[in-house]
């Protein structure tokens, strides 16, 4: 059996920016209590040990960013990787709570040109319904118009000076699928496709995999970029793509009779949960034994 660690995998520098400032907050304000408006980023792993350190969280699936503000009434407030809203923002002020903002350098960018445009046109956003991400960008104005699949885009009603972007951290081949029905549909559309390089480069690396057997991703059955990994992995060919939380999630029979087995993680997964896995393949790949793992290791 032959292990083939991907590269480049693991955090991205937006997510090494939110956990060094989550962890830099709780330092700063030792006497106030910390709280996080939904997980800093899609991995329990990362949440559990920022639990440990002090902060708190709130996060609800049925609620927006707007609504979860509600639940806070003093102290610190940090706004994940994801982004927020401007009217979470002012929310957040007038309830005189101390803001730190984590949001990806890579959001605030697609935040910053969506506003420009809707000065005078209309945006087209493709994005998950529900996610973070998405919310905070739509939420900007109601010029900007969620696209979650083709069915929407015909959906949409007739738009003036249409600029089309998308969520960073899509699938590259659905993107560009639905972009050029957008296209189809608004031939004028100024595209502005706003995938992270994060994320691009890690979908390419999988892409270019050759002879694989199986695909093993890293990462949390939450998080955007990593399902799209292992979709991506399944789009281009390889004929196994499995998503684990951690190496606790391998199991013999996964990966019995395969003779190359490749290991990436999404960019939100701590790297030491993917060579967790990894090690325990080499150990499978020399041995024959699969290894118990427990505990799992510290993330931050």
């Known amino acids: 059996m032959e292990i083939i660690s991907v590269v480049p995998r693991g955090y991205c520098q937006g997510v090494v920016r ?50 979860l503000l509600d639940e806070i009434d003093d102290g610190v407030v940090i706004f994940t990787a994801h982004g927020i809203s401007d009217a979470v923002r002012e929310k957040a002020e007038r309830k005189g709570l101390i803001c730190v903002d984590a949001t990806c350098p890579d959001v605030r960018k697609t935040h910053t040109l969506v506003k420009e445009h809707v000065r005078d046109g209309d945006v087209i956003y493709i994005g998950k319904k529900h996610h973070p991400e998405a919310e905070g960008t739509v939420s900007l104005s109601p010029r900007i118009h969620l696209v979650t699949c083709m069915d929407d885009v015909a959906a949409l009603p007739e738009l003036h000076n249409v600029l089309i972007t998308n969520q960073t951290t899509l ?32 979908q390419e690396a999988v892409m270019a995999l050759k002879d694989v057997d199986l695909l093993i991703v890293v990462g949390d059955p ?53 060579k967790q896995v990894i090690d325990c393949l080499q150990t499978y790949a020399n041995t024959g034994i ?8 510290e993330v931050l």
Do not use: W
Request: glycine share 4%.
């Open 290 to 297: 699969l290894p118990h793992v427990s505990p799992d290791p």
């Open 18 to 67: 939110a956990i060094m400032l989550a962890k830099e907050t709780v330092k700063k304000y030792p006497d106030k209590k910390v709280t996080m408006l939904g997980m800093i980023v899609h991995n329990q792993f990362v949440v559990d040990a920022c639990r440990k350190a002090g902060i708190h969280f709130i996060e609800d699936p049925l609620k927006t960013r707007e609504q």
């Open 222 to 274: 939450r998080s955007n970029n990593s399902r799209m990994l292992a979709e991506t992995g399944k789009k281009a060919g390889i004929p196994d793509a499995l998503l684990l939380s951690s190496a606790s999630q391998l199991k013999e029979d996964m990966i019995h009779h395969k003779k190359r087995i490749a290991v990436t993680s999404g960019s939100s997964t701590p790297n030491a949960l993917t």
């Open 171 to 202: 699938s590259l081949l659905d993107a560009q699928q639905i972009i050029a029905a957008c296209k189809k549909r608004f031939p004028d559309a100024v595209v502005a496709e706003e995938i992270c390089n994060a994320t691009r480069i890690r």
